[in-house]
């Protein structure tokens, strides 16, 4: 039965967020909200609250190891897999934004959130208020640079101004609908994923790393593959690597300030923080080496492979 809870938990995660982005949308507008800072901000945060949710309760249910996994590894599965899966369908065009803010955030985050874990072996609440800081620094950055270069900076265009016609009581039901669902969703994937992990004598850290988080990873995955195959310009390297950046300071920040993240398993440290960071450092010289300015096909079967890799060597060991 927990292979079935399991994947209900994430089908239910998918609708819940789906939900949650469009009844967020449909708001933003009733509030007068441009569709630039709809994009960079209220989509942004909608689309990380299924890592939140996941990592808030299992962070209060005592399963610290799958909080933080859940991060982890769908940060270096939206590199690995969803980078390198959009890649190979349509070659991702790189903006400014891209080398110039997002990866140097992505990477202060990245590495700043190693030192957290190794000095204290915990995210403690003030340094989840430090995090979460950190976000509102890099959103009041990114609005602001979004206003001067509206020609280059990263606008998601797929947002459906159709929702702005919405009515009220159709927001709340969405609302209701997504916040249900992300909640049961969360319930169902983190009890039943514990249940497969004891079943099998595997720790709670590697279903974490590998299931959740790929699981947790879909909706970014979905839009993504969606847009490559429409070829549509919305989606580019820099706003992938925005996700990122919300999951460190949001989700993280978030759940460590309603309860600490202890590390239990010392392979975070050891093994999976490496690769998150190796996947973060490894874009750059991919992105401009040889100078092409794109992330083309042969870069993103290369990432893929990595992935690949990982999930294998995580498994293995």
Do not use: C
Not at 114 to 139: H, T
Not at 147 to 175: A, C, H, Q
Not at 220 to 229: G, H, P
Not at 267 to 296: H, R
Request: glycine residues 8%; positive net charge.
């Amino acid at each position: 039965m927990d292979y079935i809870y399991v994947f209900l938990g994430l089908a239910s995660l998918v609708v819940g967020g789906e939900f949650l982005v469009r009844s967020s949308v449909a708001l933003s507008f009733k509030l007068h909200l441009s569709k630039m800072v709809i994009g960079l901000t209220v989509v942004s945060f909608a689309t990380s609250a299924p890592e939140l949710l996941v990592s808030l309760q299992a962070a209060l249910n005592g399963f610290s190891d799958i909080a933080l996994g859940n991060v982890i590894g769908s940060n270096i599965a939206n590199i690995g897999l969803v980078l390198g899966i959009t890649a190979i369908i349509s070659p991702l065009a790189i903006d400014k934004a891209f080398y110039k803010l997002n990866w140097p955030v992505m990477m202060i985050l990245s590495i700043g959130l190693y030192f957290i874990l190794k000095s204290g072996r915990e995210i403690s609440r003030s340094e989840g208020i430090a995090l979460f800081l950190m976000l509102f620094v890099y959103l009041w950055v990114l609005i602001k640079k979004a206003k001067k270069e509206r020609s280059t900076m990263p606008v998601d265009d797929s947002i459906d101004e159709g929702l702005s016609k919405s009515s009220n009581f159709k927001i709340i039901i969405w609302l209701l609908i997504g916040a249900v669902s992300l909640y049961f969703g969360s319930e169902l994937l983190v009890n039943s994923a514990i249940g497969i992990a004891e079943r099998f004598g595997v720790s709670e850290r590697v279903i974490a790393i590998t299931v959740i988080a790929v699981g947790t990873s879909i909706p970014e995955l979905a839009a993504s593959v969606t847009a490559a195959l429409k070829r549509e310009k919305a989606i580019s390297l820099g706003n992938l690597i925005g996700s990122n950046i919300f999951n460190i300071s949001s989700v993280l920040g978030i759940t460590a300030i309603i309860q600490p993240i202890a590390v239990k398993s010392k392979e975070v440290l050891t093994n999976d923080i490496i690769w998150m960071i190796g996947f973060a450092a490894i874009i750059l010289p991919l992105a401009f080496l040889p100078k092409s300015y794109q992330l083309g096909r042969k870069r993103g079967i290369l990432l893929v492979v990595a992935y690949a890799i990982f999930i294998g060597m995580t498994i293995l060991n």
